[in-house]
């Protein structure tokens, strides 16, 4: 929120003084901070009410009544891991604060009701078989998959509206029709969905021959089976700031080995390292677009993304890559998504 300094009081103020604040600042909580805005504690119309009812009076300092470990996240953050604090909580604002503990800034739900309405495309390819998951896609196409209490391809398309993005292409091919008779045009859901038609399977890149026109902005290109909180405007911006042509999603793959790492020279054993742990940048299925990149898709083949990055790198475009580090999981195999079907409820809802 913007005025959030209104909201801090220092040790020595009184609960009559927190109540005027909350009232005029209208965010129900005030935050106790010592002259370095070090974070003392926090305190809600509700504490001042139950310290009222213990025998406290209005003109009793507010360190009677506050709280004194309140829940914060770093201000450092993405602001969407800060709406899934709130909602795990069941609150309604909670304080940001630096590296050191200093208050800076207080965030409310209602920061987040009213997300920039962003007209960039959101092309889901949404066309896979999903063989890896063996029977439980004999007769349902992954995306629609139930995980936790809706189908998957749900889940994304609400975090990406969420941010507000609501200009949605599905590029289908197996079990179409299932999407299509659940999706509709996207009006249920509060966004306008158009879907491209794979007459043979197109990659993970290929769909995008199919689009009818040139989009006029960067567009978002993502698979269907991915979980994840990702700030996709955040991206976006980053995307643009650079003068990026693609923007790439990454995140940090840890692999050890399960032996001893022998370095030799010449036949003579120079060290050992014991299981040691290989770091590697990959993938994460998520992509940003100008639109001059989508001229290098071939017509109606099938072109997968790593093709089109190894061409645009031989071409030299500009590409970026753009760290994932939140919550972020890959539904491939059956026990990816016995656990997407575990988190569902603590970080999707």
């Excluded at 009544?65 to 800060?82: F, G, I």
């Excluded at 200093?102 to 209602?110: P, S």
């Excluded at 790439?248 to 793959?253: D, G, S």
Aim: contains cysteine; glycine residues 8%.
């Amino acid at each position: 929120m913007k005025n959030w300094e209104k909201a801090l009081v220092g040790p020595d103020a009184t609960l009559h003084d927190a109540l005027r604040v909350i009232e005029q600042v209208g965010c129900q909580m005030a935050l106790v901070v010592d002259r370095d805005r070090f974070l003392l504690g926090t305190l809600s119309d509700g504490d001042v009410r139950r310290g009222l009812l213990k025998g406290l009076k209005l003109e009793d300092k507010v360190v009677a009544a506050m709280h004194v470990n309140p829940t914060t996240v770093r201000d450092s953050e993405d602001r969407l891991e800060a709406l899934s604090r709130m909602r795990q909580l069941g609150v309604h604002q909670i304080p940001l604060v630096d590296a050191d503990g200093r208050v800076a800034g207080l965030t409310t739900v209602a920061d987040y009701l009213t997300a920039p309405k962003r007209e960039n495309w959101v092309v889901i390819m949404a066309g896979g078989l999903g063989s890896r998951l063996a029977e439980l896609t004999r007769d349902t196409p992954k995306p629609m998959l139930k995980v936790g209490s809706r189908p998957l391809l749900e889940t994304i398309v609400r975090h990406y509206a969420d941010q507000g993005f609501h200009k949605f292409y599905f590029a289908v091919n197996f079990k179409a029709e299932q999407i299509i008779a659940h999706f509709g045009d996207g009006s249920e859901f509060g966004v306008e969905i158009d879907y491209l038609h794979e007459k043979q399977r197109l990659g993970t890149a290929g769909a995008l021959s199919l689009l009818p026109e040139r989009p006029s902005a960067p567009i978002l290109v993502t698979n269907a089976d991915l979980l994840t909180k990702e700030n996709y405007g955040h991206m976006l911006d980053r995307h643009v700031e650079r003068g990026a042509d693609a923007t790439m999603a990454v995140r940090n793959f840890e692999m050890r080995v399960p032996f001893g790492v022998v370095r030799s020279n010449d036949g003579l054993v120079d060290a050992i390292e014991e299981k040691p742990v290989q770091h590697f940048l990959v993938s994460a299925g998520t992509y940003v677009l100008s639109p001059r990149v989508l001229e290098m898709v071939p017509s109606d083949q099938f072109f997968d993304m790593p093709t089109l990055f190894d061409l645009l790198i031989r071409e030299r475009f500009a590409i970026h890559s753009h760290p994932v580090n939140g919550y972020w999981l890959d539904i491939g195999h059956l026990p990816d998504y016995e656990r997407a079907n575990v988190d569902f409820f603590e970080v999707f809802q």
